[in-house]
């Protein structure tokens, strides 16, 4: 069986990987992939996400019996649609269904209308009117682009002049383009977050072991947001009691909604939860995988990812089994990401064997792998205990040598400082 993997970073990189384990996949491609992930014998493409008639030829002349959809803007921009049309077989959400992570004011409004729990909100389409909303209303504030950002759309202001200032930016200067056309600006929400995410097909929903995401650059949870600085699973302080409460109250309200309003969702429903005094509650929504809770969930899995793939596109209900190991995967980022950043630091050959590394914005260059992207790479290690995993990684990264490069020092910390309450 060949299998076509759509995207380029740490995130397909692990899917891919993970394809590959079945013994029934001879061959996983990726479009266009990322010269890191030769070494763990995927096939790379000179073909971008977004070259839909190029992929669907690919796939016609190469005899794909199914693609999977990593990153979210091919989904936002209907290459589901232009799969199925082309009569091809492919995981992930029609362009209709994937605007619950393309347009935040419409996963709001379908979270309102199903009584999904999620933070108090309001919309602005002009900056004045939401420059007096902020002038008269307590801080912190969330302030988020309403279309997709790479994970920059989101912003915690603490004074006036942050929330004003980011304001200004998304919808006066046009930082992130036409996403910041439209704002919303929500209450914020006190708890640990967490990262719940789904196999879905229509009404069925298969929840994944939960992770938890570090978005802010440096320790301590400071620094701007990013597309994410490293995760872990499995997340102690968050129990299965909340767990199952968000499949109950979230994640099942949301899929019969979307069947209602004529758009089921199939494939990955990736929920961006908080644990509040009140239960949990949806910070947002994704229509895949997360980056990088990818790279920590999936090696849990003990089941065939593929087998589970091909069951969901037959209709058939899947076997999904995770092991009991922790997982702790770190980013390693170029220095001034989430901003401008270096290019071109060679990176490290090898890692020790007790880890695992998902490339991300890479290039090779005179046949070495050399930084090219915000997010280089992420690396990952597993162990019967947080604690352990965590040591295997950080222990790792200590040994290379890793110039213009940085990453947090505190992944998975905060399972240790709840866990000693």
């Not at 999977?68 to 995981?91: D, M, R, T």
């Not at 699973?233 to 109250?249: F, G, H, L, Y």
């Not at 050399?370 to 990684?393: D, P, W």
């Amino acid at each position: 069986m060949k299998v076509l993997v759509i995207g380029s970073g740490g995130r397909e990189h692990a899917i891919a990987k993970k394809l590959l384990e079945d013994s029934k996949v001879t061959d996983v491609y990726c479009a266009p992939g990322n010269p890191g992930m030769r070494k763990d014998g995927i096939t790379i493409l000179s073909i971008l996400e977004e070259e839909f008639d190029a992929l669907i030829n690919f796939s016609k002349q190469h005899q794909i019996e199914w693609t999977f959809v990593g990153p979210e803007v091919p989904l936002v921009k209907g290459i589901v649609n232009h799969f199925q049309k082309a009569g091809l077989k492919i995981f992930g959400p029609t362009k209709e269904a994937a605007q619950i992570e393309g347009s935040k004011q419409f996963a709001k409004n379908l979270m309102l209308k199903n009584k999904v729990p999620t933070a108090n909100f309001k919309s602005f389409d002009h900056f004045q009117e939401a420059k007096e909303f902020v002038l008269t209303h307590d801080l912190p504030l969330v302030i988020k682009a309403d279309g997709l950002a790479a994970g920059k759309g989101v912003v915690i202001a603490e004074t006036k002049e942050i929330a004003i200032q980011t304001l200004h930016a998304f919808m006066e200067e046009k930082s992130l383009g036409q996403s910041g056309n439209q704002i919303i600006i929500e209450e914020f929400l006190e708890g640990q977050e967490f990262s719940l995410m789904a196999f879905v097909n229509h009404d069925k929903v298969y929840p994944m072991v939960i992770a938890q995401d570090h978005k802010r650059a440096f320790d301590g949870d400071r620094g701007p947001n990013t597309g994410g600085m490293g995760a872990y699973s499995p997340v102690p302080q968050i129990d299965e009691c909340m767990v199952e409460e968000a499949k109950e109250t979230i994640l099942l309200p949301i899929v019969h909604g979307m069947i209602n309003e004529g758009i089921p969702f199939v494939g990955i429903l990736y929920a961006g939860l908080i644990a509040t005094p009140d239960g949990p509650k949806v910070i947002e929504f994704n229509a895949r995988f997360g980056d990088p809770e990818t790279q920590v969930v999936l090696p849990r899995l003990k089941s065939s990812l593929a087998q589970i793939i091909t069951d969901l596109l037959e209709n058939q209900i899947p076997t999904i089994q995770w092991s009991n190991q922790a997982t702790v995967g770190v980013v390693v980022a170029a220095q001034g990401y989430p901003k401008d950043y270096q290019k071109g630091m060679i990176l490290p050959e090898r890692f020790t064997p007790k880890t695992n590394s998902y490339y991300a914005g890479v290039k090779e260059k005179n046949e070495k792998i050399v930084a090219n992207g915000g997010r280089i790479f992420v690396l990952q290690s597993s162990g019967k205990t947080i604690e352990e995993a965590q040591k295997k990684v950080y222990d790792a990264l200590e040994r290379v040598d890793l110039p213009q490069m940085f990453y947090r020092k505190d992944i998975a910390n905060k399972a240790f400082i709840d866990n000693q309450r």
